[in-house]
């Protein structure tokens, strides 16, 4: 199943991991250390938890298509979002578990020009979730990844939930 939808606002924000009682922690840097958080209008969000390896995965994902940013005709440049018109009071969020990730930049189709970066996560259940953003929403999104990959947004302090009590 493919879901897609224009991204009007994105944010991102550090998450505290906590390993759950019985597991074992997972690898330095692959633990979650923030949240990618894709919203289109008051009633669509997409929140996606990255690592810090999984940020400099998408960091290149980027980089290998940055390249053709520069060949973009003004109307890209300039390309606005439609949000999504859910009726009021129905939300939907989406959580899915990471495992793949793909960047593909604005171009030229033969069927007409495609104005928009188109950033596709991959589910566990192989389902995808594209998010359609500007030129100017990648600057912010890599800016994000940069500094998770860099460890500014964590990884917290990894603690285990019998640890609290």
Do not use: K
Not at 82 to 97: A, N, R
Request: glycine share 8%; net charge negative; hydrophobic share 40%.
């Amino acid at each position: 199943m493919t879901i897609g939808f224009h991204a009007s606002e994105f944010e991102c924000h550090p998450v505290q991991y906590e390993v759950p009682e019985g597991e074992t922690p997972p690898e330095p840097g692959t633990e979650p250390a923030a949240m990618l958080e894709f919203r289109s209008g008051q009633n669509l969000a997409l929140h996606i938890p990255i690592s810090m390896t999984d940020a400099e995965g998408m960091m290149g994902a980027f980089t290998q298509a940055e390249p053709m940013r520069q060949q973009l005709p003004p109307e890209a440049l300039n390309w606005q979002p439609e949000q999504v018109g859910l009726p009021e009071g129905m939300f939907w969020v989406l959580t899915p578990q990471l495992v793949g990730m793909s960047v593909t930049p604005p171009q030229q189709m033969p069927d007409g020009l495609v104005p928009y970066w188109t950033v596709a996560f991959q589910d566990a259940d192989e389902s995808h979730v594209q998010v359609s953003v500007s030129d100017a929403m990648c600057v912010s999104i890599i800016r994000s990844l940069a500094q998770v990959a860099h460890g500014e947004f964590g990884p917290s302090e990894v603690t285990h939930e019998d640890d609290e009590a």
